[in-house]
């Protein structure tokens, strides 16, 4: 009954392979320290893609056969192609759920799909960030504690130009002095995009397990669920119309 | 890995004994029409309660093991007993499922749970509802057409004096000129809710295939998702506090 | 105290025109029609462009100008230059209302700032629309009745793709047995968006006194309400970092 | 134009005189030290009531003539009658706006409105907060800094058991670790409704400018807006019925 949810794990995969600090942590690449975790959960089938491969590994074929793709991307937003950028956008609409990490806010893709310049404060000082889940009703909180904390992060602060947030899962606290609306959910077409904030590429933020956590519930929250496909254009009337001019 | 889940149907039962125009849509009472089609479903466990019974039939042990509770309830709202309404709103805000029905909408304990007055517009005149859905994204849609028609219903029209809703998934179109928010969720506590407006005793609208679907997809909405079981009150500082006064 | 509101009535003008049946009933223009009645209105000052004036009538300073702006297009949607597009979706996150009209719900701007499709079913049958008021504590319903008709209209019908809006004020019953969310407000950076479904341009929809009340309502909401402007990029740390990596 | 606003401040006003520390703060009542402050603003008439006072000092009349009413109480929550509340329920659905503050949270008529247990985390350290906006497009945000700080305050942490807010215009950080979303907004009828957190009687929180200033947003915005009133109960139809049964 339960379906199996094909997961594609996109990274942009440049600063593992350039900048010794994030090799040391990520030394096969942010997306496979994703990949790896999420292949040992039931009912997942996981597959990756980098910007540098062909259609920076996004083909027709495989966003059909995705069900959520995960997004990371920092430096190179603007190598991603708008042909790309547009077949992704297309299989949101249609029902693809979408996980957007950290910097991925700044993605062509998160900002087409918000409306908004995606813009924030930000602060690299490897401080400490305490998530604070304030939707305990929501699928993306299982099995978590009330919070969590990740010894050092990079800060993301508010204001965060997105549209309120359809449903706000997660608030950060930073020990610099700011907060931040780090776990938030919008609904476009008949898809799901989940956007979470952590995970800055020279600390192991993808290894915690409650981070880890996190993601796998966004991807079941994020699958799409068979609700009708809405046909647009002219209709015939369902009633007679009396009077019509 | 898909959990079962433990459903309880309730209804007040008192028009399908001492109305014939009910009893004949209904000689069993609407909670047999609507468990006998859960209890085909994969993965529920279903039992019932009635007004007339002990404690309503909701016994703690009874709502301690329920996961969704269904609600039908119209002439004997003041009926049901305070200690009762109580007990099932602490299990809502402890994380049980609430789903409400049609005349439900005047229950004490969907007034409790919403704040406010609950009151709307109505006509009983057996007239056409269209519903509509405005959330194709949402799971209470799957499988469902992007409308349905219930050929004859008492009519609810707007304004429907509740909170906006979390989540708006259908509008209903009625024959005489109204519309109405006609599913409707809410997040109380842990808890979830879901508000779904057909139902009238006297129509046959229960053994309506999408009215079923629907009922079926909100139990899985609605069911515990294991968030954090929130800790009030007195807490120790996390941080130094410096300066404090 | 109460500040003067400068509005800017924007129409593509081009089927008054072109097309007879248009110029019967707007014979200045649709964006005339709507300043004229604006213009009688205490608190505001109201200037008109439209699409064949240099840079549509929206230049730098016009848009540095204008708290509100009001869209109507319809034909030449990919006529507007995406330089002006740009310009009005900057000042928008600024905090520049815009009030989008009827079918400039497939105006690029829109589009823009949706992040969505904004697709829908529509038919021309001259049918009776009726709008009913959802959102009786919303300033936008001020001065409203429950409903109000429409005798001739153009039917837009959902399924309407766009995000869950942050508040919605009107649904709209059509003859021919559809419903629509009429009245629906957004907010994107510092600004407020509101899309407003009547408003066909062979029907005389804006002399109707709920549609121009509507419409006023709207400006006063849309104005500016003078919140902070978010600073972005790098911060310094606001409190003491410990143990920073 | 511009309508005078009518204010009622209330306060449970026990604290002020039984204790020293609270009286050393605000001698002659926090609801005086609010009051005196709106009294000086244009367009405001303010009076206050007291738990003390016959009928706590909201008779029919006096409600009768609020636009606005502000709540302040927390050691006598169970001394207002169930009356009382019942009456400013009742007028907040026929939209009188509510402006419940810090420790308000836990009031009879809060709780009512929002169907919640509203509890809450919270320490007694004095310690710092920082008030940060996330909705710079809030009229409650009008005049403010992206974040103002108060140096020693009362903590409250989450999670808030609050339904989600209709609008959630700012988020607390603490100095001893936690968030808490402190400034919320909710529709109940026709009434507007606003939770502000900071506030606590020891401190001199309702000198602070900028609590002042959010305090005078939120009048304007919980001012009644003049929508339509909703008639309820059984109603004609609006259109011929076919068929019916």
Redesign the interface.
Known sequence: ??RTIRVTVWNEFIQERTEEAVAKVYPRGIHEAIAEYLRQQ??LVVRTATLDQPEHGLAEDVLRETDVLIWWGHVAHDKVSDAVVERVYRRV?E?MGLIVLHSGHYSKIFR??????C?????E????E?V????????I??????YFEIE?EE?Y?????I??P???VF?????????F?SGCC???????VFYFRPGHETHPTFYNPHVRRVILNAVKWAAP???????????????P??G??
Request: glycine letters at 16%; hydrophobic letters at 35%; aromatic letters at 12%.
């Open positions: 009954m339960q039931p009912g609409l029902g087409r799909l918000m409306g908004t310049s813009s924030l404060k930000w602060r000082a490897g401080e400490r305490r604070w889940v304030v939707a305990p009703w929501h699928p909180a299982e099995g978590l504690p009330e050092h800060m602060g508010e204001y965060f130009d549209p309120p359809d449903e706000l608030i950060s606290w930073f020990e610099g002095g700011e907060v609306r919008f609904y476009r077409g008949r898809g799901r669920v068979g609700g009708p496909a809405p046909r647009y254009g002219n209709v015939k009337p369902l009633e119309i009396r019509a001019r």
